[in-house]
């Protein structure tokens, strides 16, 4: 890709300005571009000796509010980030430094025919992730106090888990050392009117300007909220990134498209793996081709831990728990409904389960006969590909998925639901054989059901209780596996986490 520049081939593609079809990634082209190079060439000018004196230079200069101090000069310069190159652009004052800071002086707005939003768009990963949103999470924390900081970290690590979303067991200790991803995964947890907007900026791939008109709307609902909130925190709102989001993102959307579509997150995940980290592992002399060697052999293990690719099946069964005779189940329930050593759901779980397997097969006029087995398991994976849990620990935690049900016609009018859905906790896991029947693959649940009969709802999602209703469906019946959030001021109330984009 870099050498295309060089040949004359690339510059006779018919309709093709390069220039015009990207813009300049900042980061790249000046913190760890042309900054970079000025200092490594600098470097080899001067010579060990002076080089050494500008690194002794460098480590007395006087310390400042949120300025890095480089105690060992620029010796490790390899290891620099941009955060940490922008910081030495300011202590080493040059040409470099009257650039960059060209860019905040009222002068360049005055240069004609010049509109910057409409030059360039904003990057979704640093603009949100690692923008507005940490420094919401930043401003809340210095809000709330020590005190009030653990209780929500405690209320963090005890989130439910779900299928790819990241656990916080320590709650947002370590905000400095989050990546954009996990920025992205906090926000699907923490429900906030920060996660309306960006639900609705990145689930969308297409607006009408119906839908753009509405974003406005809700933009500056949330910016007069953050505002009030957070401005003794924050200087007085000197904010580049809140300021273009308000003013100029709807614009960006209508001219370029959904914002997911101008992110830098995958090229930089990109160039962390093959340029970066194989840089590192080189011995900085000729590093082109230690770093092509890298990838080659990165490839190459790649390519042979490739295995056929399998069609997955459908109710695979995993985590044996218990395997009984349809005699034994008394037995079994009596044991384990009194339990101590597993967890509250599945002993719940036990309590029931007799009553609701008798039940489940009366109603198909079943009956167990001698030589049926019941078979309990820990997870089952669903049709969709979803793994479905009912296990007492899973890496230390217990898990037990919710789940949504798509419900009859006949059933509708019966209940409240969310469009059609209703929702359920996962008891157990079970598949009931019956010698001369196919294979009855069942899931005992508790459902849920709104926790008001109006207006019963928080966040633009469902609020919901548990309540005392159990019974066995198919779990061919499972339409998906979904979030649920407690809340945790409150008892046995629940919500349906739709932020999950």
Same mark, same amino acid.
């Given at each position: ?77 390899? +290891? ?11 202590? %080493? ?145 000197? %904010? ?13 959307? +209508? ?41 080659? +052999? ?188 407690? +809340? ?14």
């Amino acid at each position: 890709m870099d050498s295309a520049l060089d040949d004359p081939y690339f510059w006779t593609i018919p309709n093709i300005d390069i220039y015009a079809a990207t813009v300049p990634d900042r980061m790249h082209h000046l913190d760890l571009g042309l900054f970079r190079y000025q200092i490594e060439y600098t470097k080899e000018l001067l010579g060990k000796s002076l080089e050494d004196k500008m690194n002794r230079r460098i480590a007395i200069i006087p310390r400042h509010p949120g300025l890095k101090i480089f105690a060992k000069g620029v010796q490790s310069i390899a +290891r620099l980030t941009a955060s940490e190159f922008r910081d030495l652009m300011k202590v %080493m004052p040059t040409e470099n430094l009257v650039m960059d800071s060209a860019l905040d002086d009222p002068y360049f707005w005055t240069i004609p025919n010049i509109d910057i939003y409409a030059a360039t768009v904003p990057d979704r990963m640093h603009h949100l992730d690692l923008g507005l949103f940490r420094y919401q999470i930043e401003y809340t924390k210095e809000l709330l106090g020590k005190s009030l900081e653990d209780k929500m970290n405690r209320r963090i690590a005890i989130i439910p888990r779900h299928p790819g979303l990241k656990i916080f067991a320590k709650g947002v200790q370590s905000i400095a050392r989050l990546t954009a991803s996990e920025f992205r995964d906090l926000m699907k947890v923490m429900i906030s009117r920060r996660s309306t907007l960006d639900g609705i900026g990145c689930i969308f791939e297409r607006f009408t300007e119906s839908d753009l008109e509405n974003f406005q709307i809700v933009i500056n609902e949330w910016a007069d909220l953050f505002i009030t909130l957070f401005w003794d925190c924050s200087s007085g709102m000197k %904010m580049p990134k809140l300021h273009s989001w308000i003013y100029h993102i709807v614009d960006a959307i +209508r001219d370029f498209g959904a914002i997911n579509g101008y992110t830098t997150e995958t090229y930089e995940s990109l160039h962390k793996t093959y340029v970066k980290i194989p840089y590192r592992l080189s011995n900085k002399k000729d590093v082109e081709m230690q770093i092509m060697k890298n990838i080659h +052999r990165r490839a190459m293990i790649l390519r042979n831990q490739v295995k056929e690719t399998k069609t997955p099946r459908a109710l695979t069964y995993t985590a044996k728990l218990f395997i009984i005779n349809f005699s034994n189940i008394t037995e079994l329930c009596n044991q384990q409904k009194n339990n101590p050593n597993i967890n509250e759901t599945m002993r719940k779980g036990f309590k029931e389960f007799q009553n609701c397997l008798y039940e489940y097969l009366s109603e198909l006029k079943k009956f167990f006969t001698e030589g049926s087995l019941i078979k309990i398991f820990g997870s089952v994976t669903l049709k969709n590909g979803a793994i479905l849990r009912a296990t007492n620990k899973f890496h230390g935690r217990p898990w037990f998925s919710n789940i949504a049900v798509t419900m009859n016609n006949e059933e509708l009018s019966k209940y409240q639901s969310d469009k059609g859905i209703c929702y359920a906790q996962t008891l157990l896991i079970t598949e009931v054989n019956v010698p001369n029947e196919s294979p009855f693959h069942l899931v005992l649940v508790q459902w849920y059901d709104y926790r008001f009969d109006q207006n019963s709802d928080l966040y633009d999602c469902p609020l919901l209780k548990l309540v005392e209703w159990y019974n066995f469906i198919e779990i061919e019946a499972i339409d998906d596996i979904v979030h649920m959030v407690p +809340r945790f001021d409150e008892t046995n109330e629940y919500f349906v986490n739709k932020y999950l984009f």
